[in-house]
């Protein structure tokens, strides 16, 4: 095969022992010659001693989402830059799609600053690469794919140390009628899934149900509308609060504003979720819960927790990371 005109097709493994195969002087990509040449050049590479190859010249790389991912990614925010979150001591990882794909014994991932995060492997081995990254200490690092040192592509990859929260849990009925509960298993799993994205995990405490004599106005419902919080909704704390944890969920029904599922107000302590009317309460409630964090509506972003409707996703975006770990 040495010699093999370019353009030629190259070898399949039903044609070649890849124990004896010779190397094309012009492979063809995604043949058995050009993975063999990759194979070399990655060697080559490790050794020092590489010098590339115009068949194999990356053009780009693209840093997706993988699917096995534990934390946060973030490809809106900047789309040619993502951001990528991840815990101190934990590792987590990131797709890199090379462009064109045979060219990927010639691509190189570094860590601008290794001591917050690290990056495996050193040199790609596969044309849809998975990426290993590992937190250090907190702060930020970018992560790029070059080649020669021309940067191919970038991600900016924050490390955190997690953060607990509590929240007690309780449902509240009225003197003259019951609210709707949900499940602490619901709860409990939507919230960490929800802010593992931050690095933030949420432990729950049930606390018992109580009965409160709330609706002063004697309409069989919550008054919610007007500033924070009514006279109705502060017999509901005054009642039912427990200040030993971060935050408290009062699971109460009929708000007087038919399609409200929830109310918080930034940076306490106290979320009202009805969930009589939630398509999806335990979304409601995380987004409630993000509110008492200090997290503001997503208008234009419908895969955000923080979209202001329920048709809202589940996504904390880079700077949700960031407000997280401010409060």
């Known amino acids: 095969m040495a010699g093999q005109r370019p353009g030629s097709v190259c070898g399949t493994k039903d044609d070649f022992d890849l124990g004896t195969l010779a190397l094309c002087e012009s492979p063809c990509p995604g043949s058995l010659c050009s993975l063999r040449t990759a194979d070399v050049e990655a060697k080559a590479i490790a050794a020092g001693t590489h010098t ?41 990882t990131i797709q890199a799609q090379i462009i064109p794909a045979n060219t990927f014994a010639n691509v190189q991932f570094t860590s601008s600053a290794p001591a917050k995060v690290q ?65 602490d298993a619901d709860i409990e799993a939507t919230l960490n899934a929800v802010y593992i994205q931050a690095v933030v995990e949420f432990k729950l405490k049930r606390l018992p149900a109580k009965r409160v004599e709330f609706d002063k106005d004697k309409d069989k419902k919550l008054d919610t509308k007007g500033p924070w919080m009514t006279a109705e909704m502060k017999a509901v704390v005054d009642a039912c609060k427990d200040d030993n944890y971060d935050f ?58 923080m979209y202001p409707t329920s048709a809202g996703g589940r996504r904390l975006r880079e700077f949700d990371w960031v407000a997280l770990h401010v409060v």
């Open 52 to 92: 590339i190859s115009p068949s194999l010249v990356p053009l780009r790389v693209i840093f997706r989402e993988s699917d096995e991912k534990v934390y946060g990614f973030d490809d809106l925010t900047d789309p040619e830059v993502p951001y990528k979150s991840v815990e101190i001591g934990k590792s987590d």
């Open 119 to 183: 990056v495996v492997p050193a040199v790609a081995k596969w044309g849809l690469q998975v990426v290993t990254v590992t937190g250090g200490d907190a702060g930020e690092s970018e992560i790029k794919a070059s080649c020669g040192g021309r940067d191919l592509g970038k991600i900016k990859v924050k490390t955190y140390a997690k953060r607990i929260r509590t929240v007690a849990v309780r449902l509240v009925h009225e003197k003259n009628y019951n609210s709707t509960d949900v499940s």
């Open 248 to 305: 408290n969920l009062f699971l109460v029904d009929k708000s007087n504003e038919p399609r409200c599922g929830g109310q918080a107000m930034f940076d306490q302590r106290y979320v009202f979720v009805h969930a009589d009317v939630c398509s999806d309460p335990p979304r409601t409630i995380a987004h409630e819960l993000g509110h008492a964090q200090g997290l503001l509506h997503h208008e234009d972003d419908e895969e955000a927790l």
